[in-house]
């Protein structure tokens, strides 16, 4: 079946521009995650998502960045007023329950002049 | 809070022999415990976890791991590696539903790089 799709697969912005990077998880997967992977900073958490409960947003780098889930599938993660260390490949992962395997989509490689 | 070392960011060997790649965790409370595999250019797939159980854990590929926790160890080995098996290995560790969700914690990764 389908897996985890992100787009777009690359973006390049211009600092202080807005980008909005989508996710679509795998059908019927309730668990919704966002990672960054970056050179200076490894693979972190950004923030999670678990059906209608209120998202953990614990790993949110700034009040720049935000991500919401529209009707439990697609999620947007928004980066506001770009910065160049904001530069990383963006990840996103769903997984059927908060126990379960997290199926990761290829990422999309954002890129800050 | 957690987290994961991988004390090997590069591991070279030939074809045909064994590897092991290390990762050491600390967490306060019980953990699951994951090795991903991503191959250039694209995203990370799972090799095996470590849920509860049996501590020797057999994933794809023929790679399996062991989790000690006196030790709070979950080495990643293969008997016999292949040029296809070069790629960037991450080791990564959750609190699972004690956390709050399964939120992955991540080593820096180790680039196995197989040679003939």
């Known amino acids: 079946g389908a897996g985890v799709s992100q787009s777009p697969s690359n973006k390049v912005t211009e600092k202080g521009k807005d980008v909005e990077l989508r996710c679509d998880p795998i059908?019927?997967?309730?668990?919704l995650y966002w990672y960054r992977q970056s050179l200076g900073q490894g693979l972190e958490f950004l923030i999670y998502?678990?059906?209608?409960?209120?998202?953990?947003k614990s790993g949110l780098p700034s009040d720049r960045f935000s991500a919401e889930r529209t009707g439990g599938s697609v999620s947007t993660l928004t980066i506001q007023r770009t910065q160049q260390e904001d530069s990383a490949v963006y990840l996103c992962?769903?997984?059927?329950?908060?126990?379960?395997?997290?199926?990761f989509g290829p990422g999309t490689r954002l890129t800050v002049l | 809070a957690q987290s994961v070392t991988q004390l090997d960011s590069q591991v070279p060997v030939f074809e045909e022999a064994p590897v092991e790649l290390r990762c050491n965790y600390s967490?306060?409370?019980?953990?699951?415990l994951f090795w991903y595999v991503q191959y250039p250019n694209q995203g990370l797939q799972l090799l095996l976890k470590?849920?509860?159980?049996?501590?020797l854990v057999k994933g794809i590929n023929g790679f399996e791991a062991e989790f000690n926790k006196s030790q709070t160890s979950f080495h990643l080995r293969k008997p016999s590696v292949h040029i296809s098996d070069t790629a960037e290995y991450f080791c990564?560790?959750?609190?699972?539903?004690?956390?709050?969700?399964?939120?992955?914690?991540f080593g820096t990764g180790t680039q196995l790089k197989v040679e003939l």
């Open positions: 992962a769903s997984s059927s329950r908060i126990e379960d395997t997290q199926y």
């Open positions: 059908s019927g997967h309730t668990a």
């Open positions: 998502f678990q059906g209608n409960s209120a998202p953990d």
């Open positions: 967490s306060s409370v019980s953990v699951y």
């Open positions: 470590y849920l509860s159980g049996s501590t």
């Open positions: 990564a560790v959750s609190e699972g539903l004690t956390g709050g969700g399964n939120k992955l914690t």
